[in-house]
């Protein structure tokens, strides 16, 4: 085991990034795709709600399809590398 201490390339990571956006970048792509938000979250007649939490309702249809095109957008920013901390910040929130 190598200690903690001891500076590290940064190659591993950087790949790790590349590939984990790249994935995320085909899930969103097909989520829009499938047209998940109408799909899954708009027309089913009936949406089983968390105790307690009856009162919270899914967000309207374009606003929920704007965030999967942000979420699109985070994603390619991860993969090449720009902004990632924020990018990163976005896509988990």
Same mark, same amino acid.
């Given at each position: 085991? /190598?200690?903690?201490? /001891?500076?590290?390339? %940064?190659? %591993? #990571?950087?790949?790790?990034?590349?590939?984990?956006?790249?994935?995320?970048?085909?899930?969103?792509?097909?989520?829009?795709?499938?047209?998940?938000?109408?799909? %899954?979250?708009?027309?089913? /007649?009936?949406?089983?709600?968390?105790?307690? #939490?009856?009162?919270?309702?899914?967000?309207?249809?374009?606003?929920?399809?704007?965030?999967?095109? %942000?979420?699109?957008?985070?994603?390619?920013?991860?993969?090449?590398? /720009?902004?990632?901390?924020?990018?990163?910040?976005?896509?988990?929130?």
């Amino acid at each position: 085991m /190598k200690p903690f201490d /001891k500076p590290e390339g %940064a190659t %591993a #990571l950087g790949l790790f990034r590349a590939v984990f956006g790249f994935f995320m970048t085909l899930e969103c792509l097909y989520f829009m795709r499938i047209d998940f938000v109408k799909n %899954a979250l708009v027309l089913p /007649k009936v949406q089983f709600s968390y105790p307690f #939490l009856e009162w919270l309702k899914p967000l309207p249809e374009p606003a929920l399809d704007l965030l999967v095109f %942000a979420l699109l957008c985070g994603s390619i920013l991860i993969m090449v590398g /720009k902004w990632t901390r924020p990018a990163s910040i976005f896509f988990s929130i």
